[in-house]
């Protein structure tokens, strides 16, 4: 597999390239009316990447050959980086599903079509909040009876991990390491929400040193948290040495080899030289919207549906604001009491 162009892309495609993990995550993701017709003993993975060039900082993909109703077909999952709502992608998905088609024809002569299933694995701020039909994107005409034959019907199965708890992750019917995975790809961005849930998996962490190749999972799993957090790596370290003492040998080795790749030279210097040299307004944006799903996440796990007025706050906060209140989320006892004299 070609070096990934981010540590998000990395980490899914090591853990979800391997087809026991892919095939518990995408029958959960179809409708099960849908993944019945799947013969999952079938699963394969195959080559290549469709994503357009500009997006791979947003989107990772992979493609896997299976039988659906005994004929061949194909199983699309992409994974978005990006935490907000994209409107657009039923329209992207579909070129996507199109160059697999493309290439499928191209490489022998068929009198038919192959089946190609399109999943999205999506995390943000509110949640998938957009259609995940293409017809949608046309408006109020496509329902036209006499127009609707000429617009495209084209829809994808969405997993959302936006509003799952930590509960509903571990009690998915998958094994370990996705289990782990889908944790850190919701959470490892967002501020100090990793740190948060830490206690949580805790345990699983622990349980995977165990387990066939685990070391060598977890030596993945910490350089994805280094890589994609923004707290210092000793900071990093000094969490697992507390919740997870099991494992803090392996947090040192991760570390260590992202520094023998300079990838953690950055952060090692000093993070107030980076923002200084290198943080675009964008980036700045993307924490404060990272700090304030966090917040808006743990809220939301404690104490249920979250007002609009505010979720609207919440947004509009600073990040000193932001910090001082998810602090207060993680120990306090009431809404009133994470905002209180702020």
Not at 204 to 226: E, I, K, N, V
Not at 249 to 275: F, H, R, S, V
Not at 311 to 332: F, S
């Amino acid at each position: 597999m070609p070096e990934s162009k981010s540590p998000h892309d990395a980490l899914f495609k090591k853990v979800f390239s391997n087809v026991e993990h892919s095939a518990d995550a995408l029958r959960t993701a179809l409708p099960p009316e849908v993944e019945k017709h799947v013969q999952w003993s079938s699963l394969q993975l195959a080559p290549g990447s469709f994503v357009d060039e500009h997006l791979l900082s947003a989107h990772s993909d992979l493609l896997f050959t299976a039988k659906i109703r005994q004929k061949p077909g194909f199983i699309y999952c992409l994974f978005e980086h990006q935490s907000s709502v994209d409107r657009w992608m039923p329209l992207r998905l579909l070129k996507y599903v199109v160059r697999i088609l493309d290439r499928h024809i191209e490489a022998a002569d068929h009198e038919t079509l192959p089946i190609v299933l399109p999943v999205v694995l999506h995390h943000s701020l509110t949640g998938w909040t957009a259609s995940t039909t293409l017809q949608s994107l046309f408006g109020a005409l496509a329902l036209d009876p006499a127009i609707a034959p000429y617009v495209p019907h084209f829809a994808f199965a969405l997993d959302d991990l936006s509003h799952q708890s930590d509960q509903d992750l571990q009690q998915r019917a998958w094994s370990l390491q996705p289990k782990l995975a889908a944790w850190l790809l919701r959470d490892a961005r967002n501020g100090s929400k990793w740190l948060v849930s830490l206690p949580f998996w805790a345990q699983s962490l622990s349980a995977l040193r165990s387990r066939p190749h685990g070391q060598d999972a977890l030596l993945l799993f910490l350089s994805y948290l280094y890589a994609a957090n923004d707290q210092p790596p000793e900071a990093i370290q000094n969490a697992i040495a507390t919740h997870v003492p099991a494992i803090k040998d392996i947090a040192m080795t991760a570390a260590e080899q992202l520094i023998e790749k300079g990838k953690l030279e950055g952060k090692l210097e000093g993070k107030l030289e980076g923002k200084l040299e290198g943080k675009l307004e964008g980036k700045l944006e993307g924490k404060l919207e990272g700090e304030a799903i966090a917040l808006l996440e743990v809220l939301q796990a404690k104490f249920g549906t979250i007002a609009p007025s505010t979720r609207k706050r919440i947004q509009g906060a600073d990040e000193p604001t932001l910090k001082r209140w998810l602090v207060r989320a993680a120990v306090g006892h009431s809404i009133d009491f994470v905002f209180a004299n702020s």
